[in-house]
Nanobody, 120 residues
């Protein structure tokens, strides 16, 4: 069983920063892509950032230049550094990963989500 656990959410003022972390645990062979999504009530889940095992990064247009995604392949962790936060960044943030199991099959797993609120 593979689990993704997020941490680091909270309340921050506009213009502030937060760093989210995601840790993968369980029995698996490797992790391909790790991503961060976010969702607000009544809207579809939005891709925020993605990073491949080789290090290639992709960002949603709304966060380019403000957010940075990191990963540590040895520790099976990912992080999202969020700077210059805006009220519209308020959402539940989810970690997501494409995990290759020992069986050779690859599955997509989700974390439980962490709330980020940007407000004065």
């Amino acid at each position: 069983q593979v689990q993704l656990v997020e941490s680091g959410g909270g309340l921050v003022q506009p213009g502030g920063s937060l760093r989210l972390s995601c840790a993968a645990s369980g029995s698996f062979f490797s992790i391909n892509v790790m991503r961060w999504y976010r969702q607000v009530p009544g809207k579809e889940r939005e891709l925020v950032a993605a990073i491949r095992s080789g290090g290639r990064e992709d960002y949603g247009d709304s966060v380019k230049g403000r957010f940075t995604i990191f990963r540590d392949n040895a520790k099976n962790t990912a992080a999202l550094q969020m700077n210059s936060l805006k009220p519209e960044d308020t959402a539940v943030y989810y970690c997501n990963a494409d995990v290759k199991l020992i069986t050779g099959y690859e599955y997509r797993y989700w974390g439980q989500g962490t709330q980020v609120t940007v407000s004065s």
